[in-house]
């Protein structure tokens, strides 16, 4: 990760004294700090500043000058509170955060998809927000849900007319889903309708994410499914991660939001994607 935070070490605070070597107050430490701080957001998904002064033993006020400093070169965002990582290709950002970025786009795509879902289908769902905006417009009973994702559970949990299926596995603060090889071999013995699914990138066709467990997830979920609907909002576009799941051609079914620039669509089409763009 050392190459995000190059040039984070370049100006002072209440601890710190640059220049002075490698102690507490040396721009040495000051840089070690900083990545310590976005390597714990990163890895529990969220943090409070609270958390951060205990981890580093300084000042709430410097740790507020980290976070300010780690804002601006595009690491971390605090949000309610709580210190969370931004989106980039070696990471993503907390569901609970992700489910409310572009919103009003995730419901276009949602609105889309939520018409096809017919009564008694059984749909598979991992941690992608955009796939919880669908069902949360579903109006259509029975169906079934299999899911990783503790978000999509407590939103279905006391739904009437939905059976919920829990893959269980290792637990991802960050994600708020499961990942590893219970998840996958549940998963693997599952037969369902539908795989609802967004990606943290597209880049020449290729869809990517930045964890290889949460690949591993998505692609036993798309072996498992009988139709897979890939659901993108145009931000997405010309984006990548760490690693790459599927092909766009591979989903029968690609829907984007109003925004997406028709010759974008055009030549996904071309391509032989099978896309469709959602009214505005």
Same mark, same amino acid.
């Given at each position: 990760?050392?190459?995000?935070?190059?040039?984070?070490?370049?100006?002072?605070?209440?601890?710190?004294?640059?220049?002075?070597? $490698? %102690?507490?107050?040396? +721009?040495? =430490?000051?840089?070690?700090?900083?990545? /310590?701080?976005?390597? #714990? *957001?990163?890895? @529990?998904?969220?943090?409070?500043?609270?958390?951060?002064?205990?981890?580093?033993?300084?000042?709430?006020?410097?740790?507020?000058?980290?976070?300010?400093?780690?804002?601006?070169?595009?690491?971390?965002?605090?949000? $309610? %509170?709580?210190?969370? +990582?931004? =989106?980039?290709?070696?990471?993503?950002? /907390?569901?609970?955060? #992700? *489910?409310?970025? @572009?919103?009003?786009?995730?419901?276009?795509?949602?609105?889309?998809?939520?018409?096809?879902?017919?009564?008694?289908?059984?749909?598979?769902?991992?941690?992608?927000?955009?796939?919880?905006?669908?069902?949360?417009?579903?109006?259509?009973?029975?169906?079934?849900?299999?899911?990783?994702?503790?978000?999509?559970?407590?939103?279905?949990?006391?739904?009437?007319?939905?059976?919920?299926?829990?893959?269980?596995?290792?637990?991802?603060?960050?994600?708020?889903?499961?990942?590893?090889?219970?998840?996958?071999?549940?998963?693997?013995?599952?037969?369902?309708?539908?795989?609802?699914?967004?990606?943290?990138?597209?880049?020449?066709?290729?869809?990517?994410?930045?964890?290889?467990?949460?690949?591993?997830?998505?692609?036993?979920?798309?072996?498992?499914?009988?139709?897979?609907?890939?659901?993108?909002?145009?931000?997405?576009?010309?984006?990548?991660?760490?690693?790459?799941?599927?092909?766009?051609?591979?989903?029968?079914?690609?829907?984007?939001?109003?925004?997406?620039?028709?010759?974008?669509?055009?030549?996904?089409?071309?391509?032989?994607?099978?896309?469709?763009?959602?009214?505005?």
């Amino acid at each position: 990760m050392s190459v995000i935070y190059d040039g984070l070490a370049d100006e002072q605070g209440d601890d710190t004294v640059a220049g002075k070597g $490698r %102690g507490r107050g040396s +721009a040495g =430490a000051l840089r070690e700090r900083r990545m /310590a701080i976005a390597e #714990r *957001v990163v890895k @529990n998904g969220s943090a409070s500043v609270d958390d951060l002064v205990e981890l580093t033993g300084v000042s709430a006020m410097t740790v507020y000058r980290d976070i300010e400093a780690l804002e601006e070169a595009g690491v971390l965002i605090r949000h $309610r %509170g709580q210190v969370t +990582a931004v =989106a980039t290709g070696l990471n993503e950002i /907390a569901a609970s955060i #992700r *489910v409310n970025q @572009n919103a009003d786009l995730k419901q276009e795509v949602a609105r889309v998809v939520a018409a096809r879902i017919r009564p008694g289908s059984s749909i598979l769902v991992d941690d992608s927000t955009t796939a919880l905006w669908v069902l949360r417009m579903l109006e259509v009973v029975p169906i079934t849900v299999v899911t990783n994702s503790m978000l999509v559970a407590r939103e279905l949990e006391r739904r009437s007319g939905v059976r919920l299926f829990i893959t269980g596995g290792e637990y991802q603060a960050w994600s708020e889903s499961m990942v590893g090889q219970t998840t996958t071999e549940v998963i693997a013995g599952v037969r369902a309708d539908y795989f609802l699914v967004s990606a943290s990138g597209i880049s020449d066709l290729q869809c990517f994410h930045p964890f290889e467990d949460c690949v591993q997830v998505k692609r036993a979920m798309m072996a498992s499914a009988a139709q897979s609907i890939l659901l993108l909002d145009h931000t997405k576009l010309d984006r990548r991660a760490l690693h790459t799941f599927a092909s766009m051609t591979d989903f029968d079914q690609v829907i984007v939001d109003s925004q997406t620039p028709d010759v974008v669509v055009a030549d996904l089409r071309e391509r032989g994607v099978s896309v469709v763009k959602a009214p505005g």
